[in-house]
């Protein structure tokens, strides 16, 4: 992947002197927007479980799932198109702790859109019950299971049901304070800096 520090600098008045774009693409707009609401929709979906009558568990949680998948097919675009486009660089006002912490929250921001849908998927192959409920994202797409954790001998699966269910939560808990984060420092820059950021990712 490209990042911003890699966008070679051309010589003041060369004639080919390209201004770096200023905001975010519109494909990488709508892959953001459709990401973040995929995953913070399923946050709300699985924490508010608890709280649902018991006839709505079983169809929220296969929302959640097929919302999750979703999310994992997007990501995987983005991480695609990600790798063949510069995103547009930081304003140089910046000073270099905010856009270094900025650099990484966004790669642990990649890491958890990956790690979240993937151990949720792992966890759920691992469910003793998954034999006799197949995954039909929405209704309509059969969806596979990782086979090779199906097939486990069942207490050896019951713990690995255990351990991924475990990441997955623990990815949420990270989730948590990355996003803080993300959307506390792109909030800072519009209400403090008065140096938009969020306008980059914006129509
Ligand atoms: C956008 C991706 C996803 C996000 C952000 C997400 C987030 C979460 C969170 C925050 C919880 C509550 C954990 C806890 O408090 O213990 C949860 C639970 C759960 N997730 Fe996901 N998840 C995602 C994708 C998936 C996928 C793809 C699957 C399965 C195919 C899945 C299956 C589950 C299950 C079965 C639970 C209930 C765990 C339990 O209580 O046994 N998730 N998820
Ligand atoms: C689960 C939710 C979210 C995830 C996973 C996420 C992830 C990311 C990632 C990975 C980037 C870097 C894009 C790249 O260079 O490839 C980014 C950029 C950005 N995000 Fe989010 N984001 C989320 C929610 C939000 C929210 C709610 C806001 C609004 C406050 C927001 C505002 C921005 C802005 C303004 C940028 C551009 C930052 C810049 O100019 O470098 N994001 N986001």
Same mark, same amino acid.
């Given at each position: 992947? /490209? *990042?911003?520090?890699?966008?070679?600098?051309?010589?003041?008045? @060369?004639?080919? &002197?390209?201004?770096?774009? @200023?905001?975010?693409?519109? /494909?990488?707009?709508?892959?953001?927007?459709?990401?973040?609401?995929?995953?913070?929709? $399923?946050?709300?979906?699985?924490?508010?479980?608890? #709280? #649902?009558?018991?006839?709505?568990?079983?169809?929220?949680? =296969? *929302?959640? !799932?097929?919302?999750?998948? *979703?999310?994992?097919?997007?990501? %995987?675009?983005?991480?695609?198109? &990600?790798?063949?486009?510069?995103?547009?660089?930081?304003? !140089?006002?910046?000073?270099?702790?905010? &856009?270094? @912490?900025?650099?990484?929250?966004?790669?642990? %921001?990649?890491?958890?859109?990956?790690?979240?849908?993937?151990?949720?998927?792992?966890? =759920?192959?691992?469910?003793?019950?998954?034999? /006799?409920?197949? %995954?039909?994202? +929405?209704?309509?797409?059969?969806?596979?299971?990782?086979?090779?954790?199906? $097939?486990? =001998?069942?207490? +050896?699966?019951?713990?690995?049901? =255990?351990? +991924?269910?475990?990441?997955? /939560?623990? +990815?949420?808990?990270?989730?948590?304070?990355?996003?803080? #984060?993300?959307?506390?420092?792109?909030?800072?820059?519009?209400?403090?800096?008065?140096? @938009?950021?969020?306008?980059?990712?914006?129509?």
């Amino acid at each position: 992947m /490209t *990042t911003p520090a890699e966008i070679p600098a051309s010589p003041p008045g @060369s004639p080919h &002197r390209a201004e770096p774009a @200023s905001r975010y693409s519109r /494909t990488a707009m709508i892959l953001h927007w459709l990401i973040a609401v995929g995953i913070i929709g $399923n946050v709300a979906l699985a924490l508010s479980v608890d #709280l #649902l009558p018991d006839d709505w568990i079983r169809p929220v949680i =296969d *929302t959640h !799932k097929s919302i999750g998948i *979703t999310v994992l097919g997007l990501v %995987l675009l983005r991480i695609l198109w &990600r790798a063949g486009h510069r995103p547009p660089p930081l304003p !140089k006002a910046f000073p270099a702790w905010e &856009r270094a @912490s900025a650099h990484a929250a966004h790669l642990l %921001l990649y890491v958890l859109m990956i790690g979240l849908p993937l151990s949720g998927w792992l966890h =759920d192959s691992a469910w003793k019950d998954a034999a /006799t409920h197949p %995954l039909v994202l +929405f209704h309509l797409v059969p969806w596979p299971r990782f086979s090779s954790v199906m $097939n486990l =001998d069942p207490a +050896f699966k019951e713990h690995l049901h =255990d351990v +991924f269910g475990a990441v997955h /939560t623990w +990815f949420g808990y990270v989730l948590y304070a990355v996003l803080a #984060l993300h959307i506390g420092g792109a909030l800072k820059h519009e209400l403090i800096d008065r140096e @938009s950021v969020l306008r980059r990712m914006l129509p």
